[in-house]
Each structure stands twice: as structure tokens, then as C-alpha cells.
């Protein structure tokens, strides 16, 4: 389901786009959900109060990516799915994966170079230097949600200005 909200207060109209998928915990289900997200984030290019640069859409592709395959991995229960859930502003990408595995929380690798020989944690890496945040919260009834934001940066004018 895509929804687009328009909050209005006594300030400038600000114009929020939002993007909910529910997908399997699996890697297929994972991958659709990326190619998905990409594909709406790509429909937003057309707007032009949140068209981002093509950095910014790649580390935005990148995070999905991520945290759809660590929901896969590490957040799958039987019989239950995951949800991402985008939300787009002027000012930055929000980017929010849930699944119902609360009792396992996502930690980076030890040493924080991802090569400590483990196998798994590497990927939270990246996730902590492509976003300007990232952490997990609670999902009641047991699950959590993982999130990052980056910081939108407008593409440069074209004609090498």
C-alpha cells in the first residue's frame, strides 16, 4: 500500500510520502520488497520537494537492502511476515524494517571492521556509515524495528552549474 500524507500546520505545507510493504522473511521475500521500495523511490523522483541525488537513492537502495535481508536472516518466526515501511520528506528518507523476532537484537560485528571472523554483524556496518542514524526499537506484541535516516541532499542543477 502506498499513502501520501500532507501535513498542514501554521509553517510552510510540508509534504510527507509514505511507503508500507508487508513481505515473507525469506530472501526472496526480501528482494521483492527491495525492487519494490526501489521502485516507488524512483516514481518520487518526480516530485520535486523530495527528488533526491543519485548518491542518495543509491545509499537508500543499499539500506533497504540491508535491513529487508537482516529481517530475512535473523527476524524470521513461522507463520509471520515483516513490514517496511519508507517514509520521504524534503529533509530526509526514513527507512523502518519490523519483524517479530524481539528476543534477537541486531548488534554491528566486534571490532567494528567486520573482519573479527564472524558471521554475522558485518552488515550493520554499513548500515552505521551510509545513515546519519540508525537503532532498533520494541514492536509490540514481541517483534522490533530496525530504522535508519540519511539526510535528503538535493541533486545538482543540471548544465554544470
Same mark, same amino acid.
Given at each position: 500500500m502506498i499513502q501520501q500524507t500532507v501535513t498542514v500546520t501554521g509553517e510552510p505545507t510540508a509534504t510527507t510520502h509514505q511507503f508500507?510493504?508487508?513481505?515473507?522473511?525469506?530472501r526472496h521475500g526480501a528482494h521483492t520488497a527491495r525492487h519494490a521500495a526501489e521502485g516507488w523511490l524512483a516514481d518520487q523522483q518526480d516530485c520535486p520537494e523530495v527528488a533526491a541525488s543519485d548518491e542518495a537513492?543509491?545509499?537508500?537502495?543499499?539500506?533497504?537492502?540491508?535491513?529487508?535481508?537482516? +529481517?530475512?536472516l535473523h527476524g524470521r518466526v513461522r507463520g509471520r511476515h515483516a513490514r517496511l515501511a519508507l517514509t520521504l520528506t +524534503?529533509?530526509?528518507?526514513?527507512?523502518e524494517v519490523t519483524d517479530a523476532r524481539?528476543? %534477537?537484537?541486531?548488534e554491528?560485528?566486534?571490532?567494528?571492521d567486520g573482519d573479527?571472523?564472524?558471521?554475522?554483524?558485518?552488515?550493520?556496518?554499513?548500515?552505521?556509515?551510509?545513515?546519519?542514524?540508525?537503532?532498533?526499537?520494541?514492536?509490540?506484541?514481541?517483534?522490533?524495528?530496525?530504522?535508519?535516516?540519511? +539526510? %535528503? %541532499?538535493?541533486p545538482a542543477p543540471k548544465g554544470g552549474a
Open positions: 508500507r510493504l508487508t513481505f515473507p522473511t525469506s537513492t543509491a545509499t537508500a537502495s543499499l539500506l533497504i537492502a540491508e535491513l529487508t535481508a537482516n +529481517a530475512a +524534503a529533509d530526509a528518507l526514513r527507512v524481539g528476543d %534477537r537484537l541486531p554491528p560485528a566486534p571490532g567494528g573479527g571472523g564472524c558471521e554475522s554483524g558485518r552488515g550493520l556496518l554499513l548500515v552505521a556509515s551510509l545513515a546519519d542514524a540508525w537503532g532498533c526499537e520494541p514492536h509490540h506484541p514481541g517483534g522490533k524495528t530496525v530504522w535508519a535516516e540519511c +539526510a %535528503r %541532499r538535493k
